[in-house]
RNA sequence: GGGCAUAUAGCUCAGCUGGUCAGAGCACUGUGUUCACAUCGCAGGGGUCGCAGGUUCGAAUCCUGCUAUGCCCACCA
C-alpha cells in the first residue's frame, strides 16, 4: 500500500524527548484547541481553575488539569464544540507575599521603601515570569486549552468586570462598609491575614484588677476583681461580664468534668480529678456572689473603670466562665475578638485606643501617647498606687504574632467593606438544593450548603496593594449641613442621574482611626462619610471626585471576589460576547475540595447574581495528593513534586495516565515520594529528615546532589535531585507496552488493503476481541462520564494489555503470516488498534497521536463495517461507539473457557519446571460442546504453551503418572512421561483434596441448615447445591490420578 | 469542640445497591531473552478485610460503639 516500517526504522520506545512538543506545537498549530463561539453543535465548556501566579505547579495543579483535559479531549472526540478556558490568578496577599520576601531578603528593603506603584510594578514582573513558566508546565502536560483566549484575574477583561459586579452590589447596597477586628501589624502598619499569623508562648503575667462598683447597696460587694494579660487594655473597657446563669454553667461543667473523669486513662485522672474539685469548691465560695453580680447586671448597675473614671456597664454575658479566674472578665470591644462578639450581643461602646503605629491614641486620656510597653507600666503601676491591684501571677501566654514583621498582632478595630450574604447565598444554597448545580461527590455538598446557610457577610476589603482597588470614593462630612451640600452637588452630577454613579451615606460613631488617623474623642451625632461608587472606569470622572474632597478608597478586593466572576468574566462579561452567549453556564467544573465554600460557592452567586444563570452545571471535586506519610505536598516541606520532573523521567501520558489511575472517587491519592540521584538514577525514598537538607548523598553510588533547600553557594552546585514517584512506573510501563503492540501491528501491515468484513470473515478469537472492545467501549465512555477516571484507567489497562496484547496479538501472530488468512487479520487488527488509541487518546494524547500518525502511513483507510479514511490527528478522530451486534457473551464465555485450559497447561509446566522448549502432551476430559470448540484451537495450545493436544472428550481417562488441573467442568491432564517429579505432584493433589473435602464439608452443612435453604433466594441455593456436585466431581478426578 | 472522610496482602489501592469479592499493580520467589515489548513473558507464595458488639440463613459489604489517621470549620481571656 503505502511506505512500509522495518524493525530498525521504528524504535521499540517511543521517544517523547525528541517528539512530545513537536506533536504538541502540530496540535496548537492546526487550531485543534480553538473554540468557535460561531460553531453551533452543542457545546462542552470548563473553565480552568486559575492556578496562583505565586510559583510553578505541583502535582496537585498536575492533577486537577489532567482531570479536565481528559474531559475536554473527549467531549471534542464526541463532536462538542468545545472550549477549555485557562488563565491564571493574581492571588492577592499570597503573591504580594512572596514578592515582599525576596525583596527583604535579597535587597532588605519593605514595601514601604519602594512604594506602591514600584511595588505592584515588581509583582507584576514576577507574574509574567510565573505565568510563562504555569502556562509552559500545562502544555508540557498535553493540556489543550483554547490559549488565545488565556486571562489574568487581574487583566483589563476581568478588572472591567470586577468593577462593574461591585458597583451593581453597591447600588443595591449589598455592600456596606463596617467595623470589623483585624489582626493588625503596628511595625508594618496593616492588617494581616489569620494564615499569616503565628502563635508562640511567650512568658507573660495574670493581673487581678478590682473595679469599684457604683454606689454598692448593703450586702453588695464594693469591688469586682478581673484577670487579665494585658493591663492597659482597661483603657478601653466598655463593661465587665458576669455569667447569667452561674450556677448551671457550673453545674454543667462539671457533669462535663464528671464524664470525661469516667473514661479517662489513668495518667489524666489526677489533673481532671483537681479541676473537678475546684469547681465543686467554687459552687460553695463563690456562687453565692456571682449570683448576686448577675443580678445587679441584671438591674443595670456600672462599675467604675479606674484610672479614667469611667462609668462603664456590668453585663450578664455567657462568655464570663464562672469557672474561670474571678468569674468576671472585663470586655475591651475594639481589642479583643472575643469581647468583640460580647460588644455586638450586649450592644456596648467599642472604645479603639490605639494609633495605627501601636501608640495610644487620645481615648487613653493621659496615656495617650505612650507604647503599648510603656502604658502598660505605667497603667500597672498606678493600678497598684491607687491600690487596686490584688495579685499579680506569673503565666504562660499564647501570643499571636505576625509572620512577616514577627511583631506582636494587635486585634484592631478597622473599617472593612462587606457584601451582605442574605440574598446571595440563598440563591446559591437553591442552586444545589433544587439540582441545578450538581456536586460530585454529593457528599460534599453538605459542606457546602453548611457553609452558606450562615450567610455570614463576605469581608472583601484587604490592606494590600496588588489586587483590584475598591472603587470607592469617600468623604467625610463634619456636619449635617456639610453632608446635604455635599449630596447636592453629587446629585447634580450626570453620572448620577444616568446611573453610572452611585452613592452611600454611612454614619458611625467614630470615624476610621486607621484611615483617618487620630481623631480622638467623637463629636456629637457622629461622622457621616459619602461613599460614592462608578461603575466604570472613568479619569475623567475620578478627579472630579478627587476635586470634591473625595479621597479613593486605598484597599484591595479579596482576591475571591474576581475568581468568583471567573466564569463569565473570562468570556468578556460585562459585554454581550458571542462567546458568553456560546459557552456559557459552562458545563463542568472540576477542582479541590478545600476551595468549595472559597471558591465554588461564590461563583455560582455571582453567576447568578450577573448572569441570572448558575456558571456551570456539575461540579467534580477530585482527590489531594498526599506524600507517603498521609501529609499534604508542599514546597515549605520539601515533599512537592514538579510535574516537569515527572514528564522527564517517565513521560507526560505516564503521568498523566498514573494521576488519572490514581483519582478514584473516595480516597485521597497518597504517593511516596523519592530523590532520584542525578548520578546513577537511584531512587531513595524521601524521609521526614533527609527531605529536609540541603544536600543528600544517594545511597548506592555515594554521589551527592543538592535539594530544593540548597541555599549555600557549594550545595547550589551539585547536581541538582529531582523528587519523583515511582507510581508513575506502571503507567510508563504501560505506555511502552501499547507502544510496541502499535509497532507489531505496524510491522505486520504488509499487503494491508483496507475493505469491509463480513461475519462469517471473522475468526473466533476476532469476534471474541470485538466483543470485548464493544463492551469496553461502553464502560469506558460511562466512567468518564462518571469522573470515574481510576474505574475507566483500569479497564482500559486491562484491556489493552490482557486482551488485546496477551492474547489478540498472540493468536494473530500466525494468521498474520499466511498469505490466505493475513487480510482479514490485518483489518481486524488496524480496527482494534485504531479504536484502543481513540479510547486512550484523552488520557495519554501523545503516544496515541503518534501512533495514530504512523498508523495513517501503513493503513490510512480503517474498519470493519464501512472503512474510512482517517482524520489527520486523533484529537480530531471521532469517539467510539459500543456495537451491540458485536456484542457476543457466549463468545466471551467461550474464550474463556479457552483462557482456563490454557492457563492449566501453563501452570503444569511451570509447576514442574518444564523447559519452554519441551513440547508436552496433555488430554483433557470435558463435553462434547467443549471438545468441538477447543479443539479446532490446538494450534493456539501449540503457540501459546508449546503443548500439543491428544485427546479431547468426555471418556478420556488420566494415565498414570499425569500432572492434572481441574478448570470449571474441564479436567486438564499432562503426560509426564519422563520429566517430572511424580511424588511432588502426588503430594501436591492429596493436599489439595484436603482442600476440597473441607470445602465439601462446608456447603454440605449450610445446605443441611434449614433456616438457609428456607430463607435464601433459590438461586443461591441452587448455587450452592451446583457447587456441592463440583466438588464432589473434583474429588473423584484427583482419586482416579492418585491411583 | 463541630462536621466530613478513611482503616482490605510488605507498599499503594479496587471491591457500586449484603450470597463466585477476598482482587490489581508494585515488591517478593521460581523460570525464560534471535522471532512487538526485560519499561517484557509464564507461573507462584502472601490477607481471620482496624477493634468490639449487633442485624441476617449469610457481613469486607448494613447498624452502633471504640481506636487510629487525614481534611475542613470554629475556638484558644
Not at 133 to 152: P, Y
Request: some cysteine; hydrophobic content about 40%.
Amino acid at each position: 500500500m503505502s511506505t512500509e516500517f522495518t524493525a530498525d526504522s521504528f524504535p521499540n520506545r517511543f521517544d517523547y524527548g525528541e517528539s512530545q512538543d513537536r506533536i504538541y506545537q502540530q496540535w496548537e498549530e492546526t487550531g485543534c484547541f480553538s473554540a468557535d463561539e460561531n460553531d453551533t453543535r452543542p457545546t462542552f465548556s470548563i473553565v480552568i481553575p486559575p492556578p496562583n501566579v505565586t510559583g510553578a505547579l505541583h502535582l496537585g495543579h498536575a492533577l486537577n488539569n489532567t482531570l479536565q483535559d481528559v474531559l475536554i479531549r473527549l467531549k471534542r472526540m464526541q463532536g462538542f464544540n468545545t472550549l477549555w478556558m485557562p488563565g491564571t490568578d493574581h492571588a492577592g496577599i499570597a503573591t504580594q507575599a512572596v514578592v515582599e520576601k525576596r525583596l527583604r531578603e535579597e535587597e532588605g528593603k519593605t514595601r514601604h521603601d519602594l512604594g506602591r506603584e514600584a511595588l505592584v510594578d515588581r509583582i507584576w514582573d514576577w507574574k509574567g515570569q510565573y505565568e510563562k513558566r504555569i502556562l509552559g508546565q500545562l502544555k508540557k502536560m498535553g493540556c489543550s486549552c483554547d490559549w488565545e483566549r488565556t486571562r489574568f484575574t487581574l487583566d483589563d477583561v476581568c478588572a472591567r468586570a470586577v468593577r462593574s459586579t461591585f458597583f451593581d452590589l453597591f447600588r443595591k447596597e449589598y455592600i456596606y462598609r463596617g467595623k470589623r477586628l483585624v489582626n493588625w501589624d503596628t511595625f508594618l502598619q496593616t492588617a494581616v491575614s489569620d494564615d499569616e499569623v503565628f502563635h508562640e508562648l511567650v512568658k507573660g503575667h495574670f493581673w487581678h484588677i478590682r473595679y469599684p462598683v457604683i454606689d454598692p447597696q448593703p450586702g453588695e460587694p464594693t469591688h469586682v476583681t478581673v484577670a487579665t494579660t494585658r493591663p492597659e487594655t482597661m483603657l478601653g473597657d466598655t463593661a465587665v461580664a458576669v455569667h447569667p446563669d452561674p450556677e448551671a454553667a457550673l453545674q454543667k461543667s462539671e457533669a462535663e468534668l464528671q464524664a470525661r473523669l469516667d473514661s479517662a486513662p489513668e495518667k489524666d485522672r489526677e489533673g481532671l480529678q483537681a479541676q473537678l474539685e475546684e469547681i465543686q469548691q467554687r459552687r460553695e465560695t463563690m456562687l453565692p456572689q456571682l449570683i448576686l453580680l448577675r443580678d445587679m447586671a441584671l438591674d443595670g448597675r456600672r462599675v467604675c473603670l479606674p484610672l479614667l473614671d469611667r462609668e462603664i456597664r456590668l453585663v450578664a454575658d455567657v462568655w464570663a466562665k464562672p469557672e474561670m479566674g474571678s468569674g468576671c472578665v472585663k470586655i475591651t470591644p475594639a481589642h479583643d475578638p472575643n469581647d468583640y462578639e460580647v460588644g455586638l450581643r450586649q450592644d456596648l461602646p467599642m472604645i479603639n485606643i490605639l494609633n495605627p503605629e501601636g501608640t495610644l491614641n487620645g481615648n487613653a486620656g493621659d496615656y495617650r501617647g505612650l507604647t503599648i510597653a510603656q502604658s502598660r507600666k505605667r497603667v500597672v503601676a498606678d493600678l497598684e498606687e491607687a491600690g487596686l491591684l490584688v495579685e499579680v501571677e506569673d503565666r504562660e501566654i499564647d501570643l499571636a504574632h505576625s509572620d512577616r514583621s514577627k511583631t506582636p498582632i494587635e486585634p484592631y478595630l478597622a473599617d472593612q467593606w462587606f457584601v451582605k450574604m442574605e440574598q446571595l447565598a440563598q440563591s446559591s444554597m437553591d442552586a444545589v438544593t433544587d439540582g441545578r448545580v450538581k456536586i460530585f461527590p454529593d457528599r460534599y455538598a453538605k459542606g457546602y450548603l453548611d457553609w452558606l446557610s450562615e450567610k455570614r457577610d463576605w469581608p472583601v476589603s484587604r490592606q494590600l496593594w496588588w489586587g483590584h482597588q475598591i472603587p470607592i470614593w469617600s468623604q467625610v462630612c463634619g456636619s449635617e449641613q456639610a453632608l446635604t451640600e455635599a449630596i447636592d452637588v453629587l446629585k447634580k452630577l450626570p453620572q448620577m442621574a444616568s446611573g453610572e454613579m452611585a452613592y452611600q451615606v454611612e454614619i458611625s460613631e467614630s470615624a476610621s482611626p486607621a484611615a483617618e488617623g487620630d481623631q480622638g474623642a467623637t463629636e456629637a451625632g457622629g461622622y457621616a462619610t459619602i461613599h460614592v461608587g462608578i461603575e466604570a472606569e472613568v479619569a475623567e470622572l475620578e478627579d472630579q471626585l478627587e476635586q470634591l474632597g473625595y479621597r479613593r478608597e486605598q484597599d484591595v478586593l479579596d482576591t475571591w471576589f474576581s475568581s468568583a466572576l471567573w466564569p463569565h468574566s473570562t468570556l468578556g462579561w460585562p459585554e454581550q460576547t458571542a462567546s458568553l452567549a456560546r459557552f456559557y453556564p459552562t458545563s463542568t467544573l472540576i477542582t479541590s475540595r478545600d476551595i468549595i465554600t472559597l471558591w465554588v460557592a461564590r461563583m455560582v452567586l455571582m453567576g447568578i447574581n450577573n448572569m441570572g444563570e448558575i456558571p456551570f452545571e456539575q461540579v467534580f471535586i477530585h482527590p489531594k495528593i498526599l506524600d507517603g506519610y498521609g501529609e499534604t505536598m508542599s514546597k515549605s516541606k520539601g515533599n512537592g513534586v514538579d510535574p516537569l520532573d515527572v514528564i522527564e523521567k517517565f513521560g507526560p501520558d505516564a503521568l498523566r495516565f498514573g494521576l488519572a489511575h490514581l483519582t478514584t472517587e473516595t480516597q485521597d491519592v497518597r504517593m511516596p515520594v523519592q530523590f532520584e540521584c542525578p548520578h546513577c538514577a537511584t531512587l531513595m525514598d524521601q524521609t521526614k529528615k533527609n527531605r529536609e537538607l540541603p544536600r543528600v548523598a544517594c545511597k548506592k553510588c555515594e554521589g551527592e546532589f543538592s535539594t530544593q533547600w540548597a541555599r549555600s553557594p557549594e550545595d547550589q552546585q551539585l547536581p541538582r535531585g529531582p523528587v519523583v514517584s515511582e507510581r508513575f512506573e506502571v503507567a510508563r510501563n504501560f505506555c511502552n507496552k501499547l507502544w510496541n503492540a502499535a509497532r507489531f501491528a505496524l510491522l505486520n501491515m504488509e499487503g494491508y488493503s483496507p475493505q469491509e468484513v463480513t461475519a462469517a470473515e471473522l475468526a473466533f478469537e476476532d469476534r471474541w476481541l470485538l466483543s470485548r472492545l464493544s463492551s469496553v467501549t461502553e464502560k469506558v465512555t460511562q466512567s468518564l462520564e462518571a469522573y470515574q477516571y481510576a474505574e475507566a484507567a483500569r479497564m482500559l489497562y486491562d484491556f489493552a494489555w490482557d486482551e488485546f496484547c496477551s492474547f489478540y496479538v498472540e493468536m494473530a501472530k500466525s494468521r498474520l503470516q499466511a498469505e490466505d488468512s493475513q487480510a482479514v487479520a490485518q483489518r481486524v487488527i488496524a480496527h482494534c488498534l485504531d479504536q484502543l488509541l481513540r479510547l486512550l487518546h484523552p488520557m495519554i494524547p501523545f503516544i496515541t497521536e503518534e501512533v495514530w500518525r504512523l498508523m495513517k502511513q501503513v493503513a490510512p483507510v480503517r474498519g470493519l463495517r464501512n472503512p474510512r479514511e482517517a482524520t489527520e490527528s486523533i484529537m480530531l478522530a471521532e469517539w467510539p461507539l459500543p456495537v451491540p451486534a458485536d456484542h457476543d457473551p457466549e463468545i466471551e464465555a467461550q474464550f474463556s473457557q479457552f483462557q482456563s485450559v490454557l492457563g492449566a497447561i501453563r501452570e503444569i509446566r511451570s509447576r514442574q519446571n518444564i523447559g519452554p522448549k519441551e513440547q508436552i502432551e496433555f488430554s483433557v476430559t470435558c463435553s462434547e460442546d467443549v471438545t468441538s470448540l477447543l479443539q479446532p484451537m490446538e494450534e493456539f495450545f501449540q503457540s501459546m504453551a508449546n503443548a500439543r493436544a491428544v485427546a479431547w472428550g468426555p471418556d478420556v481417562e488420566p494415565s498414570t503418572g499425569c500432572a492434572t488441573v481441574r478448570r470449571g467442568d474441564v479436567d486438564v491432564y499432562v503426560d509426564l512421561k519422563d520429566f517430572i517429579d511424580v511424588s511432588a505432584e502426588i503430594e501436591r493433589n492429596q493436599r489439595l483434596r484436603d482442600k476440597m473435602v473441607a470445602q465439601i464439608e462446608g456447603k454440605e452443612k449450610k445446605l443441611t441448615n434449614e433456616n438457609f435453604v428456607a430463607r435464601a433466594p433459590e438461586e443461591v441455593v441452587q448455587r450452592e447445591r451446583d457447587g456441592l456436585v463440583q466438588l464432589r466431581e473434583e474429588v473423584v478426578a484427583i482419586d482416579k490420578v492418585l491411583e
